[in-house]
Each structure stands twice: as C-alpha cells, then as structure tokens.
C-alpha cells in the first residue's frame, strides 16, 4: 500500500520556488518554478499539477515546453521521440527494403515491390 501525499505534490522550496512531484513514463520527477511559496501560489500550483497529470494521461503533455529551466531536461524522454506502431513498422520496412537493394536478404521472402 502506498502513501498518499498531504501536499498534493506542490510543495514550497526555499522562499522563492515551487516543486511539482509526478511520475513521467514510469519515472519520478520534480521540477521546480520560479515562484514564491504563498498559499495561493500553491493552490494555483496543485491545480496545474492536476492540468499537467491530465496531459499526461492524454499522451499531450511536454516537459520541455511546460518546465524549459529543468536541469536535467535532455535525459527527460519527450512523447515526441516514442513510436507508434505505424512508424515502427514503416522503419523495419525501409531496413528490410535497404538490405533487399543490397542483396542482403531474400527478396523471395518479401513482396516489397
């Protein structure tokens, strides 16, 4: 059973920055922003936490637009850079099709024409 979180994944970080805590394709983050850690600030901050969760579920959601300053961002994997199956496909197509030009497959076993 996991703990369920009192802050609502906002909390205060010093006197002048917020941190957001969310989960990102199986990977926890916290990013922080520029903002003071006032009571409404932080309301503000928990409902766009709801905002950006929903994205996420959406398949919308940006971490590089929404959180530009974020340290680490070129370990942050975009949606943008995921596959869909089509693409997939399409890219084990143009290989297959690259060594079938080379003679290094049997064409007999591919209709690629």
């Keep these: 059973m996991g703990r369920k979180s009192i802050t609502g994944g906002v909390i205060g970080r ?7 805590d969310f989960m990102l394709d199986g990977v926890r983050y916290r990013p922080t922003v520029k903002r003071r850690p006032t009571e409404a600030n932080l ?5 766009h936490l709801k905002d950006i969760k929903a994205r996420i579920r959406a398949g919308t959601f ?3 637009e929404e959180f530009p300053d974020f340290r680490d961002l070129h370990r942050v ?4 850079q995921l596959k869909t199956c089509g693409q997939i496909f399409d890219a084990f197509l143009a290989h297959c ?8 497959l049997s064409v007999a076993a591919l209709d690629l024409k």
């Design 14 to 20: 010093g006197h002048n920055r917020i941190q957001f």
């Design 77 to 80: 994997l975009e949606a943008s």
């Design 62 to 64: 940006s971490f590089a």
């Design 43 to 47: 309301q503000q901050a928990r409902e």
């Design 97 to 104: 099709e690259a060594r079938a030009a080379r003679n290094d």
